[in-house]
């Protein structure tokens, strides 16, 4: 099951709403006390996570992930933020992020890709219409900003940012946060740096340090990254299913194996890749038929098919039901 560090779950409980109780929100994710625990005690559910957001903002207060970037410091992440912070250049620092992000929360995947300004770093995978989800992809966005900001010797700011989903009713708050124009129902989830923030240094950089915590944080990655092979490709087909479902080929390359490598990862989890390609695109498409005003052909091109026809076909092969007789169902 896909989950996320508890000490996370219980920053976000410290700036819910204040009319929100506070034992109802632990209740939600097994926590006992909003104190950190120093030891590992267990991760929370992806599902009590986005449900944590949902009544954690129960105001619908749209700045809910600012206040969370404010929140965050690099001990909130135990060995990765003390890894982050130990890193020399904000652009290693971001690497850092970025490759061990997995023993933070398996529900997160970032690909760094460069841009003629600079680099996006685009966020994989968390998919959907539930608010819950939304919300936890702008809370990635602004913890990412705000660890960068808090380990640099400069200002580090962005030239845009983007999210899939739609915006709320008034963005001034993000483009005030951020210090950018940010875009919602974008292409894609994604914070843009220029160039020269990567070469920014930072206050504590330290070599020896660094080369401590990385030995642990690959220990740490290979351990969370076997258990979770199921969930990156889930992330991978995810993510380009816009342009057409990947192959094999493509999403064994993405995640650095050879394909007979990923089959046997699969195997051990008694799945194979075409049967995760098609969860994922079912589980996206009941998540768009869910919006009522949605079309049917967008929903076919989002997930994947060639035309609504085809969509349609699979779907009743995968349900008994057409899409159009699903959605009313669901009503």
Not at 21 to 42: F, K, N, Q, Y
Not at 174 to 190: N, S, Y
Request: aromatic content about 6%; hydrophobic content about 40%; overall charge neutral.
């Amino acid at each position: 099951m896909p989950s996320i560090n508890a000490n996370i779950a219980r920053r976000m409980i410290t700036i819910a709403d204040e009319g929100v109780p506070r034992e109802a929100l632990l209740a939600i994710v097994g926590l006992t006390s909003i104190a950190p625990d120093p030891g590992r005690s267990a991760p929370v559910s992806d599902d009590a996570y986005y449900e944590l957001i949902e009544r954690a903002t129960a105001a619908g207060d749209p700045t809910f992930p600012l206040r969370y970037g404010d929140a965050i410091e690099p001990a909130t992440f135990g060995a990765l933020g003390h890894a982050v912070s130990t890193a020399a250049t904000v652009g290693e620092a971001l690497q850092r992020l970025v490759r061990y992000i997995l023993v933070i929360s398996d529900t997160l995947e970032y690909d760094v890709r460069e841009e003629l300004r600079g680099v996006a770093v685009h966020l994989l995978g968390r998919t959907g219409s539930r608010r819950g989800t939304q919300l936890a992809n702008e809370c990635a966005l602004a913890a990412m900003t705000s660890l960068l900001r808090q380990i640099a010797t400069a200002p580090v700011q962005p030239y845009a940012v983007s999210f899939r989903h739609a915006a709320p009713p008034s963005t001034t708050a993000h483009e005030r946060w951020f210090g950018c124009p940010v875009h919602f129902e974008a292409a894609t989830t994604a914070v843009f740096l220029p160039t020269r923030a990567l070469a920014i240094r930072t206050r504590l950089g330290d070599a020896g340090l660094s080369a401590y915590l990385l030995a642990q944080l690959d220990d740490l990655r290979d351990q969370h990254g076997e258990r979770s092979v199921v969930l990156r490709v889930r992330a991978a087909v995810a993510d380009t299913l816009c342009d057409g479902v990947p192959t094999k080929g493509d999403v064994a390359r993405r995640l650095g194996v050879s394909e007979r490598t990923l089959d046997r990862r699969l195997a051990d989890h008694d799945v194979s890749f075409q049967g995760v390609a098609d969860d994922v695109r079912f589980d996206i498409a009941r998540s768009l038929l869910a919006d009522g005003d949605r079309p049917l052909g967008e929903v076919a091109f989002f997930t994947g098919f060639s035309g609504q026809s085809a969509f349609t076909r699979a779907f009743k092969r995968w349900t008994g039901h057409t899409p159009r007789a699903y959605r009313q169902q669901a009503r």
